[in-house]
């Protein structure tokens, strides 16, 4: 027999008590707080009461097809659906855009190396997609002032092996809308398809449109416009595990389902990459939107838009700062001035309880500092303001964090196609970075790691972060 329930569950707690926290507004990437325990209560109840029911077989489980339904019909009138639309359940924003590029792929079996256009700030789940399914990335670089994609730029991008052309609503890093509507005409020009992300937005911006904000439009609504994803453990503030991806079309997903009958069990047939899936977090999702409803949906978003703007009028009064473009939704990325380190003012900031993710730089755009606010973080701004200009304060009088030159020129010398485990623990060392037998010892703060990546170009930091993630994950 192992522990008893009772210390397991200390143990449970015991653990989570190293974690950002998950609720109470501070944690400014990752999780979404609607600041409404009752909805919690409501959520961990449905979630606990489907965790076994296995949304792999629609018949044998018609509950969790009919949720799914519900949703998608929710999801739809949202993002102004057309007749003959349809959507499937997935496990996140990854999932949907995986199966986004996959099916767009699949449709076009005449193209023998596929394409997609993608702005270069559309979501690394694209690049995990390009990866994956063999579909060649075209970055299209975005208006360097308003981070927004250049839709001519992206329209002349368009070839005939292009099999899909991306825009986001929002993107993460600036937390701006694309200009969907050439887009998707471009695409439809050419007979391409033309997915808008809208992951992290999509349940936001079409109440902050109902309340007269100026939104760009990018739902179907735009000509053009042949899927959307969107995800509902973000801003429908529902536990972690479920998305929706829409088609205009039946006909426009059909490729993204899958059958097999090549073995001798049960003939596997999937609408995504899960087979087995859980139906907790669709049942926790359906019970949490079935709760809030629109109007539910509308003060959350009310709510998150008058944090936003108290955030970027307090910010507008730190003269190091400055918000990068202009944020359309729930996501402000900050900037620095040459006086300030935003990674050191990051590390300031956690010191201080409040979880900010650093962005690195990225071709010419220097590091920002993202923050993706909820519900609940919003009546917090003015405590937040308070952390950051304390935090700001320190961070100047520290000054930037200097990468030791003997670390540049180890970080130059390596080939990010050819690290190996002792090129990486020869790295870990120059660094300070080993312990003893090997393991990994995390510095109390970040900036000095964040500092050397952001000398590293792309390839060299992806190699590292596996490198690390491989070390982290040894038993
Ligand atoms: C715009 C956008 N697309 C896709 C994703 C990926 O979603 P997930 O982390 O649920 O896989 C995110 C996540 O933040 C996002 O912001």
């Known amino acids: 027999m192992g522990l008893p329930a009772d210390e397991v569950r200390a143990r449970l707690e015991a653990m989570a008590a190293h974690d950002v926290p998950t609720h109470g507004g501070r944690t400014l990437a990752y999780v979404y707080d609607s600041g409404l325990a009752e909805v919690d209560v409501l959520a961990r109840d449905a979630l606990a009461a489907y965790a076994s029911s296995n949304g792999l077989d629609p018949t044998a489980f018609p509950s969790l097809l ?53 702005p ?140 097999s009958a090549q073995w001798p069990g049960y003939t596997m047939l999937n609408s995504t990459t899960q087979s087995t899936k859980s139906g907790g977090p669709l049942a926790a999702a359906w019970a949490v939107v079935t709760h809030l409803g629109d109007d539910g949906y509308a003060a959350l978003a009310a709510t998150v838009a008058a944090g936003v703007r108290d955030l970027i009028e307090g910010v507008a009064a730190i003269p190091q700062l400055s918000v990068a473009g202009e944020p359309d939704s729930a996501l402000v990325a900050l900037r620095a001035d040459a006086t300030l380190d935003l990674f050191t003012l990051a590390d300031e900031l956690l010191a201080r309880g409040w979880y900010a993710q650093p962005q690195l730089s990225f071709r010419d755009q220097p590091p920002t500092l993202h923050l993706s606010l909820s519900a609940a973080t919003a009546p917090l701004v003015p405590d937040f303001l308070a952390a950051l200009r304390e935090s700001v304060e320190v961070a100047v009088e520290d000054g930037p964090v200097e ?65 690390f993630l491989d070390r982290l994950t040894r038993p």
């Open 66 to 118: 009919a949720m799914e339904q519900d949703l998608v019909r929710f999801a739809g009138r949202l993002l102004d659906a057309p007749e003959g639309f349809v959507g499937t359940a997935t496990s996140g924003g990854t999932e949907s855009i995986l199966l986004a590029v996959q099916a767009a792929r699949d449709a076009r079996p005449d193209i023998e190396r596929p394409r997609m256009v993608l």
């Open 403 to 467: 990468v030791p030159p003997e670390l540049v020129a180890a970080v130059a010398s390596i080939d990010p196609e050819t690290l190996d485990d002792a090129a990486f623990e020869g790295l870990l060392h120059v660094a300070g970075l080993a312990g003893a037998d090997g393991a990994l010892a995390l510095p109390e703060r970040m900036a000095p790691v964040n500092a050397l990546l952001d000398v590293a170009p792309p390839r060299l930091r992806e190699a590292l972060l596996v490198a």
């Open 120 to 259: 270069t700030t559309a979501h690394a789940a694209f690049h995990k997609a390009a990866h994956y399914f063999g579909v060649e990335p075209v970055l299209v670089d975005v208006d360097p002032v308003s981070f927004r994609a250049d839709p001519a730029a992206m329209a002349a991008a368009i070839d005939d092996r292009t099999v899909l052309v991306v825009a986001s609503a929002p993107s993460y890093a600036h937390g701006v809308v694309d200009d969907v509507t050439p887009i998707a005409a471009a695409a439809a020009t050419a007979g391409v398809r033309c997915h808008v992300d809208a992951c992290i937005g999509g349940w936001v911006l079409p109440y902050l449109r109902s309340a007269g904000a100026d939104v760009p439009r990018w739902t179907f609504a735009v000509e053009g416009v042949t899927s959307i994803s969107v995800d509902l453990h973000k801003y429908a503030y529902t536990p972690k595990g479920i998305s929706l991806l829409l088609h205009r079309d039946a006909d426009l997903r059909r490729p993204q389902f899958f059958a």
